[in-house]
């Protein structure tokens, strides 16, 4: 049965109501949650405001096409507000003779049973750190090919999604388990020594924040975690899954207070968590890098049976 063009113009109204309620909400995410819940989705909220828009000019609705063409405005100004703060930043002539460094991140999912297509993944990446998140034991077990690869190595294993690991080529000089939230969620901090250089690696897995308390504890393992990055931030590298995309305002202040950089930094469509699912892949695993870094690759991996993309990036320090 075909629809009228009352029915269609309904519709596209309703539809139009909802996306622009949303972006509004993602104006308000400094109050926090829940309204930073809607900074996330600011891809799919854009996508379908131009969809709309394109929908109100077939219908010839004027009222419409203003409300969309705000709606776009509102979604797509934050974040290009926010990319002009952060080139304003970037330093420039840089000079990086240092040693090639990458690294890696990976969240290889609890629940993950195909093993060895992470495994095979990590060993084709020539990674010389890598940071990984929701190991178990079972997870440690698959891991064990890569001992000689990367001997030097810190498992947390657990039985919940919160298990962490760091696997390096280089020597770890020490290592230390950090509660940054204060919930018992572990994170590592290891100095590498890297040809004599030390480098400080910060591997971190947050809280999902699907509510409030989990939002607040997230939050503060960023801002704990990011005190400890601007101690030494010429020489220290921050990877994990944040659990947050780059257009939150936590996200501002993570690169604001630590003193680092986002490794991905110009990539408009980058989502590493539900990649192959369209409306809902978020960027939500990162890697930062000292600013005055050189990044001469990033890449995101393709699927490894996890819900998660894992991420390498390749630098060398100035």
């Keep these: 049965m075909r629809l009228s063009r009352a029915a269609w113009s309904r519709a596209v109204s309703i539809a139009l109501i909802g996306t622009a309620a949303a972006s509004l909400a993602a104006l308000l995410a400094p109050f926090g949650w829940p309204f930073e819940l809607f900074t ?3 891809w799919q909220v854009g996508v379908a405001a131009l969809a709309l828009l394109l929908a109100s000019l077939v219908l010839r609705r004027p009222w419409m096409m203003v409300v969309a063409c705000v709606t776009v405005v509102m979604q797509w100004l934050p974040g290009a507000l926010m990319s002009g703060r952060a080139s304003a930043h970037e330093p420039s002539a840089l000079t990086c003779r240092d040693q090639q460094l990458r690294v890696v991140t990976a969240n290889a999912w609890f629940a993950n049973t195909d093993h060895a297509a992470l495994v095979a993944w990590l060993s084709r990446s020539d990674a010389d750190i890598i940071a990984l998140q929701e190991i178990t034991p079972q997870w440690a077990l698959a891991l064990e090919p890569l001992a000689r690869a990367y001997p030097y190595r810190k498992v947390m294993a657990r039985d919940d999604p919160y298990g962490i690991a760091l696997l390096s080529r280089w020597p770890i000089a020490d290592v230390q388990t950090m509660d940054f ?18 480098l400080r690696v910060i591997a971190l897995h947050t809280r999902w924040p699907v509510l409030p308390d989990l939002q607040v504890a997230r939050d503060r393992a960023l801002q704990q975690a990011a005190a400890l990055a601007l101690t030494q ?5 921050l990877l994990g899954d944040l659990n947050i995309t780059p257009y939150a305002p936590a996200f501002a202040r993570l690169m604001s207070e630590s003193g680092l950089q986002d490794a991905f930094a110009g990539e408009a469509w980058r989502p590493t968590w539900q990649a192959g699912f369209w409306p809902l892949a978020l960027p939500i695993d990162h890697v930062l890098v000292p600013r005055r870094s ?3 690759g990033h890449e995101i991996g393709g699927y490894v049976g996890s819900d998660h993309r894992p991420l390498q990036v390749t630098l060398r320090l100035r």
Aim: charged share 20%; glycine share 10%; aromatic share 4%.
């Design 181 to 198: 939230s204060g919930d018992g969620m572990p994170s590592l901090v290891a100095n590498l020594d890297v040809d004599g250089r030390t």
């Design 233 to 237: 931030p010429e020489s220290t590298i």
């Design 40 to 42: 996330h989705f600011r």
């Design 294 to 296: 050189c990044v001469t």
